[in-house]
């Protein structure tokens, strides 16, 4: 399984904007669907956003959409997600995850098992 280091949450204000991103150890596959997850203390995980190796099948969760962004550099390894106009509900840790031979939709309603996941990055958006 491809191992997967997420990077880049912290301590933000409401309305700023941030990058996470997350390197996969080894080259990614043309056939792995990569995206986000996030978790608030005390809730469950939550999809937030995925994409496939060209991006052109990208899915957002309803919450994000037109204020995040999912992107993805395969020659690095490496996808992205660009949080814009970031409120405190956003506050959570986001989790890196990973499948093959799925769409991005499919992402978003896949069991969580199914799923290989990074150890996750803390982001806090204070008012």
């Known amino acids: 399984q491809v191992k997967l280091v997420e990077s880049g949450g912290r301590l933000v204000q409401a309305g700023d904007s941030l990058r996470l991103s997350c390197a996969a150890s080894?080259?990614?596959?043309?056939?792995?669907?990569m995206g986000w997850f996030r978790q608030a203390p005390g809730k469950e995980r939550e999809f937030v956003a995925a994409n496939t190796w060209g991006g052109a099948n990208t899915y957002y969760a309803e919450a994000v959409k037109g204020r995040f962004i999912i992107s993805r550099d395969n020659a690095e390894n490496v996808v992205y997600l660009q949080m814009n106009s970031l409120k405190p509900e956003d506050t959570a840790v986001y989790y890196c995850?990973?499948?093959?031979?799925?769409?991005?939709?499919?992402?978003?309603?896949?069991?969580?098992?199914?799923?290989?996941w990074g150890q996750g990055t803390q982001v806090t958006v204070a008012s």
């Open positions: 995850a990973a499948a093959l031979f799925i769409t991005a939709q499919a992402m978003a309603r896949i069991q969580m098992t199914d799923l290989n």
């Open positions: 080894e080259r990614t596959d043309k056939n792995l669907a």
